[in-house]
């Protein structure tokens, strides 16, 4: 059973704007491969946390992280456990401003 899950708002506008880079770097405009591997890659790991997501490790608590490997080992997804479901905090860049969303983890606390 997969466990349920939420999103937080600022996580959701980032996971856009990654796929909208890109569909940019894309230039084509009937397929779209970066970014339908992107999101593919996104939906693979997220279906791996909502299914176990006591298995990732702990990268400073209450936070757990996954890598968006292989192809996009550079973005990882940061979430939480909160009141028995899954918070999606981030969908961050692992060498740009290393815990910027941890703010979030109050914001996420007063909106789930």
Do not use: C
Not at 38 to 62: G, K, W, Y
Not at 86 to 97: D, N, P, Q, Y
């Amino acid at each position: 059973m997969m466990t349920p899950y939420d999103i937080h708002p600022t996580a959701q506008d980032e996971f856009s704007e990654i796929i909208r880079y890109y569909a940019a770097i894309d230039n084509d405009d009937t397929e779209k491969p970066l970014a339908s591997a992107f999101a593919l890659t996104f939906q693979h790991h997220l279906r791996s946390i909502l299914d176990t997501p006591e298995l990732f490790r702990f990268r400073r608590p209450p936070t757990r992280r996954v890598n968006l490997t292989p192809r996009f080992g550079e973005y990882y997804i940061a979430y939480m456990l909160w009141k028995e479901r899954v918070v999606i905090l981030a969908v961050a860049h692992a060498k740009r401003r290393p815990y910027y969303w941890r703010k979030r983890i109050t914001e996420a606390e007063e909106l789930f």
